[in-house]
């Protein structure tokens, strides 16, 4: 089966209160921007996949729709291994395309991606809400309204400030007590001296991590940290492919690891390192880069077939005021259902792509 063609379309889709505006220390956002990939075959079937483009300024539709043809058409869309083996597109529109190729391979065979991978081990998957940066009050008052709606996990935003973040930790903590597991994620912010005292400060607070809290280079510096507090050390910038999580392992660098296919490369990588953290025995929990629906799916589809991924994964999705599927994802009780349905399990709207799409 080949590959006829690839067209990516740059969409953009407002968010909705509480999760909006979506506060870090570097920006706020109240949007979330997604490319989406169809690939079509000349066997008639046609694959979706997504990856993240959100805050990336020099981002130019026409370069990664070109650069996506040029060498993907006329490539066998069958055969995965040879994709990531010969692939030399950025890493993102890499993902975007791998995750269509799954897409197109499960249909073909009339599987879902998760029975491809292996099979499901959990019919559902739980996901974590997510908060921006807040007060305390409003931090209590969101922490409330997740534990009412059915969740069980909560990732903050941090990094602005160290008193912030403490006072955040403290509004949810009174709030809601230990009925949601706490993570925060200060997204490299600070020096390794600030973070052994930040970390040190949260103890008392008991969280479940905290999250790449320095940068991502040396890994030495978190293998450091982590001999410095009783608070778990989560990394996910240090997180780009297998060989670097080989490396956080063999380093005891981290308690918890956070790949995303988007910047790993796709299903398959992300799959990878999912069994090297079970023969570590090192949880693994998917990141959210705000995603849409096509890749929230392949969350769903790598979390149902992995073993290591058993805890709750990021997600904004619920945040959304609409998504480019036809039937967007139910979230209940903070789990999500697994597709059974061949492929990816979604199929994209055309009016809703063309109603959403810009410029890129």
């Known amino acids: 089966m080949k590959i006829l063609d690839v067209e990516v379309t740059v969409v953009e889709i407002p968010q909705t209160e509480p999760l909006a505006p979506y506060r870090s220390h570097v920006r706020s956002s109240s949007t979330t921007k997604s490319a989406i990939v169809r690939v079509d075959t000349d066997s008639g079937i046609t694959g979706w996949g997504e990856y993240n483009v959100n805050f990336l300024p020099n981002l130019n539709h026409a370069k990664m729709q070109s650069a996506a043809r040029d060498w993907a058409v006329g490539r066998d869309a069958m055969n995965l291994s040879l994709f990531h083996r010969e692939c030399p597109l950025e890493t993102r529109l890499k993902s975007g395309i791998e995750l269509a190729l799954w897409d197109i391979r499960g249909k073909a065979a009339s599987l879902s991606v998760a029975a491809l991978l292996g099979g499901v081990l959990r019919p559902r998957v739980e996901v974590a809400a997510c908060m921006g940066i807040q007060t305390y009050q409003r931090a209590g008052e969101i922490a409330t309204l997740y534990v009412e709606q059915g969740f069980r996990t909560l990732k903050t935003k941090a990094g602005a400030d160290m008193h912030e973040d403490l006072e955040m930790v403290r509004g949810v903590r009174d709030a809601v007590g230990d009925r949601l597991k706490l993570r925060i994620d200060p997204n490299r912010a600070y020096s390794p001296s600030q973070a052994v005292e930040l970390a040190r400060q949260l103890e008392p607070y008991e969280l479940e991590y905290l999250e790449q809290p320095i940068p991502a280079e040396p890994l030495t510096d978190a293998t450091w940290l982590r001999e410095q507090t009783k608070t778990p050390i989560a990394l996910n910038e240090s997180v780009v492919n297998p060989a670097s999580v080989w ?20 299903i398959q990588p992300c799959v990878e390192i999912g069994h090297l953290c079970a023969a570590a025995d090192i949880p693994c929990i998917m990141h959210c880069g705000h995603d849409l629906g096509p890749k929230t799916a392949a969350m769903l589809h790598i979390a149902a077939a992995c073993e290591a991924y058993s805890l709750g994964n990021d997600s904004t999705y619920y945040g959304l005021e609409d998504d480019i599927i036809f039937e967007p994802w139910k979230i209940s009780a903070g789990m999500i259902e697994v597709p059974e349905t061949p492929g990816l399990g979604i199929e994209v709207d055309p009016d809703k792509l063309k109603r959403y799409a810009v410029d890129g």
């Open 247 to 266: 490396q956080i392992l063999s380093l005891r660098a981290a308690e918890f690891i956070l790949p995303d296919t988007h910047i790993a490369g796709g």
